[in-house]
């Protein structure tokens, strides 16, 4: 089994520890300086650009993090990379709901935004971010994980709509032929204010034959929580389980054929902000705030290799995800707590893809791609309870007008296609520059249905019944990428390009005239795309005889069309508008060293500035946002460190000690006035700035890996995502904080 080495050629320690951790098919070298070569030298794979490339030969901001690193460092969930990656945060105000910002390109870091994401995340080519109301967001759990690629700026020509600001993909390990091998990994740790945390996987590869094999992978994880709630005796635990299932039948040299089905039930039993008016980590309200995730998944993938011309893929997903809409949203003085019930539904996606990547060896390397999706939600139904209502409609106007506490009743179906053709042609016109140029052309459709419902009507003091509605929204566009490649020669690249990214425009659930102003603002039924347009200058270096590579990007995104929350303020109806434009530009800095055999480390820095540019009044009194206001979740600085060693004890055993700090700049959480009131927005918070530091020792000797450690060490509990005192999401539980320390132990065995 072939290694690959961490983020570049330059990163040694992993390929210094592969032999230790897992089978590889090449001759453990002979000594630290020959290891130290082979290290260099190593080719790490990458398909960031639809084919299979080294890192430092693609014109772009590019992260990797391979299973070695995931492996060495028990990298689990998105928040243990993302705070490593240049320009890149996550904010999670609920598991199973993340969201994540590169370079600052966000407008919503809340649970409840209804625009598509501005950063699209993938699993291997299926891309697991919905297009609507991304409410839920799948946390594949990492192990047997070939890769993390983690592409800064936007990628609308190679990948489609949701990338304005970047994309996140997880590429998953694949059977390998004639080889029997597996593994197993447990990890026990102790969680300061919540108890005993365990994690256990198992993977095992199973030759079929010559030609066929079968990857199998499993895990669970019983993860405590350390926010109760003394109300009902609950607390932010999770229940993760879930795995995956590979068979790939390889016939001869040109065909390859892969099915693949992953699924993962996560089923947490409370949220995680809490109320500092209640205490610390303590939550008060009178329902859990869960929201699940069970996401299944599959995949045949089929490759024919025309000889001399290019290699045909067909890749066919389907992907369901089981989710719910849970949260107390605040309280109507004078009656009591509004609860959102958004009971369990169902999201189905489909995607279809065919690409053709040139093999030849000629001056022209090209890509040709046609993409379909297709997702909807179906019978999504919306309860909103006002605990208390009966009562006070009794209490003014006598018994019998209604039975119950229901505020609001519907069901919706929200449906979305896309349909598109993309090309992208690398021409190297001799052996130091290069020119690239993509264009992706897509049509995109789609739907809003909204059955008859119910609501309480405080004008008439009695039930009316709400229309049923459609919405409908079809659009055609395009987007485009150019690149200018220099290369001195193998270790000095520099290049500078134009790209584009789109998020698509869709439906609002609510539109026309107020009923209670006709003059206030009609709402338009659907809103345009909003697209960024990205200028970046970059280099990738290797320098000191192979023993430090530099990184940097400098770049500015004219991000137009913004799309933002608005609200109408006569009858408090939320829709999406298309508001303003803004503008982000910043530097990002990557250095990795190794100065001794054993020793490596890898610095990271990103200064960006992220603001809205240009807004109209009209546009600013309805999203709340202001000229001049940072987008919300735009740190100003983000910065990573890590540092690993290697003792070559004289035991069989060898020694590795690791460690990661990352620091996150404080961030506003939202925009600066209120919607549609003119005034300072009373939800609007700073996120703090943090400083994360976590740190292992492992001892290492052939097929074992055994690693005390800890996460958080320093027990960070800056507020790290402040939802708002008044926000409708969270109520007054408004505050998350990092994962409280945990000390653990992790043993790793391979076979």
Do not use: C
């Amino acid at each position: 089994m072939k290694n690959t080495s961490w983020m570049s050629v330059t990163f040694v320690f992993a390929l210094l520890l592969g032999p230790n951790i897992q089978a590889q098919d090449s001759a453990e070298p002979d000594s630290a300086e020959e290891a130290n070569y082979l290290a260099v030298m190593e080719e790490v794979t990458v398909t960031a650009m639809r084919r299979e490339q080294h890192p430092n030969d693609i014109s772009a901001s590019l992260g990797v993090i391979s299973n070695d690193e995931i492996m060495l460092q028990g990298l689990d969930v998105f928040e243990d990379y993302s705070r490593s990656q240049p320009g890149v945060a996550l904010f999670q105000p609920v598991k199973n709901r993340s969201t994540f910002t590169i370079r600052g390109i966000n407008t919503d870091i809340g649970e409840t935004q209804l625009t598509q994401e501005p950063v699209a995340v993938y699993i291997n080519d299926m891309p697991v971010t919905q297009p609507y109301a991304a409410l839920v967001q799948v946390d594949m759990r990492l192990y047997d994980v070939e890769r993390i690629e983690v592409l800064r700026g936007p990628q609308g020509t190679l990948f489609g709509s949701g990338t304005l600001g970047g994309l996140v993909r997880v590429i998953t390990r694949q059977p390998v032929l004639n080889e029997f091998e597996g593994s197993v990994r447990a990890d026990w740790s102790d969680v300061d204010h919540a108890g005993f945390r365990q994690r256990y996987d198992a993977m095992v590869n199973i030759p079929l034959g010559e030609t066929a094999a079968l990857r199998a992978v499993a895990y669970v994880r019983d993860e405590p929580g350390w926010v109760t709630n003394p109300e009902l005796g609950t607390e932010n635990s999770n229940d993760d389980w879930g795995g995956r299932m590979t068979l790939l039948w390889e016939p001869n040299e040109r065909f390859r054929g892969k099915i693949e089905y992953m699924h993962q039930d996560s089923d947490p039993e409370d949220a995680d902000t809490w109320d500092p008016d209640v205490g610390k980590f303590k939550r008060s309200a009178i329902i859990t705030e869960e929201r699940k995730a069970i996401f299944s998944q599959f995949n045949v993938t089929l490759e024919y290799d025309f000889e001399d011309f290019a290699t045909l893929t067909s890749s066919t997903n389907f992907q369901k995800t089981k989710s719910n809409w849970i949260t107390q949203a605040g309280e109507i003085p004078g009656i009591g707590p509004l609860l959102n019930l958004s009971e369990d539904y169902d999201t189905d996606y489909f995607a279809q893809e065919f690409r053709l990547v040139s093999n030849t060896d000629g001056p022209l390397d090209w890509v040709a791609g046609l993409v379909y999706l297709d997702s909807e939600t179906k019978d999504w139904p919306l309860t909103l309870i006002l605990v208390g209502l009966q009562d006070f409609v009794e209490g003014v106007a006598g018994p019998g007008i209604i039975d119950n506490d229901v505020f609001f009743y519907s069901v919706s179906d929200v449906k979305s296609q896309e349909l598109a053709g993309y090309g992208d042609v690398t021409w190297h016109f001799n052996d130091n520059w290069s020119l690239a140029a993509g264009l992706r052309i897509f049509k995109f459709k789609s739907s809003y249905e909204q059955d008859e419902g119910y609501a309480f009507d405080f004008e008439s003091f009695g039930p009316v019944t709400v229309p049923a509605f459609k919405n409908e929204a079809d659009d055609t566009s395009s987007t485009w990428r150019t690149v200018l490649s220099y290369r001195t020669d193998e270790r000095q690249l520099f290049y500078g390009s134009v790209s584009t990214g789109y998020r698509v425009g869709q439906v609002n659930p609510n539109y026309g005239p107020s009923f209670v102003d006709p003059e206030d603002v009609f709402i338009e039924a659907a809103y345009d795309p909003d697209k960024t347009l990205n200028f970046e200058l970059g280099t990738k270096l290797l320098l000191m005889d192979d023993r430090l590579q530099f990184n940097a990007a400098l770049y500015y995104i004219d991000w137009t069309d913004v799309q933002m929350d608005a609200l109408r303020q006569s009858d408090d109806r939320n829709f999406i508008a298309n508001a303003g434009d803004a503008v982000s530009k910043g530097l990002e800095l990557e250095m990795i060293a190794v100065p001794t055999t054993n020793l490596d480390m890898r610095l990271t820095l990103s200064f960006q500035d992220s603001k809205v540019d240009e807004i109209s009044p009209e546009d600013s009194f309805l999203s709340g946002a202001v000229e001049g206001d940072t987008m919300p979740g735009a740190a100003d600085f983000l910065a990573s460190f890590d540092l690993n060693y290697l003792w070559e004890l004289s035991s069989p055993w060898d020694l590795l000690g690791q460690l990661g700090v990352q620091y996150v700049g404080d961030s506003p959480n939202r925009f600066s006035n209120g919607t549609a009131t003119g005034e300072p927005n009373p939800d609007y918070a700073i996120n703090d700035s943090y400083t994360n530091v976590n740190a292992s020792l492992s001892l290492l000797k052939d097929q074992w890996m055994v690693s005390l450690y800890a996460q958080n060490l320093t027990n960070n509990d800056n507020i790290i995502l402040n939802t708002g005192a008044m926000a409708l999401a969270s109520g007054a539980n408004r505050y998350v904080t990092l994962r409280p320390r945990a000390i653990g132990l992790r043993v790793n065995y391979s076979f």
